[in-house]
Every structure is written in C-alpha cells, then in structure tokens.
C-alpha cells in the first residue's frame, strides 16, 4: 500500500486533518481519503458523496467501504503506516 498527494487541511483543528490518495498493491486506488483524528483515536476516512434531502439537510454516505470492523482496523493500521512514511518523505 502506497500513500500520495497529502495534503494538510487548511482548519486543522477540525476532526479531518488532511487528504490523501492509496495505492493498493493490486493498482487500485482510492482518491480523497481523509486523516481523521477524534476522541483520541486516528483513522482513514473514505470518500463521501453527498445529497440533500427536501427538508435540505445534508446526508453524506462513504463511496467505500469495509463492513468488518476488523479488517477496517488491519487496513488503518497499514494505511496510517504509509501516510506517515508519506509525510515522512515530503518533509526531506
């Protein structure tokens, strides 16, 4: 797995703290990931999509998923992995 095209948040004090592209090993990948940082925990946020209701609320829904919560967890671990080598590589 290979993380590109960080790029911090303009209002890091938010839960989102930035987006990124991952390259799987199989090629494919998953454009505008989020860092999410909230209640003292870090993980990949998905791509969302977006729509309003006639009441004009809001609704998002990820356009990617991982229904296991484990395998969701094995997949942040990785994918944070490379983030931070990522970022790691930008700074040098």
């Known amino acids: 797995m290979t993380v590109t ?3 911090p948040s303009a ?8 987006t ?7 090629g494919i990948c998953i454009l505008g990931c989020s ?15 977006t ?6 609320k809001t609704l998002y829904f990820p356009t990617v998923s991982i229904p296991d919560k484990d395998r ?7 994918a944070l992995d490379a983030l931070e080598k ?3 590589g930008a700074k040098e």
């Open 72 to 78: 969701k967890n094995a997949f942040d671990v990785q």
């Open 20 to 26: 990124f592209d991952i390259e799987l090993p199989s």
């Open 51 to 56: 729509w309003k209701k006639s009441d004009g």
């Open 5 to 7: 095209n960080w790029k």
């Open 35 to 49: 860092l999410v940082e909230k209640d003292g925990k870090r993980f990949v946020g998905f791509p969302q999509n």
């Open 86 to 88: 990522c970022r790691a």
């Open 11 to 18: 209002t890091p004090d938010q839960a989102r703290k930035g």
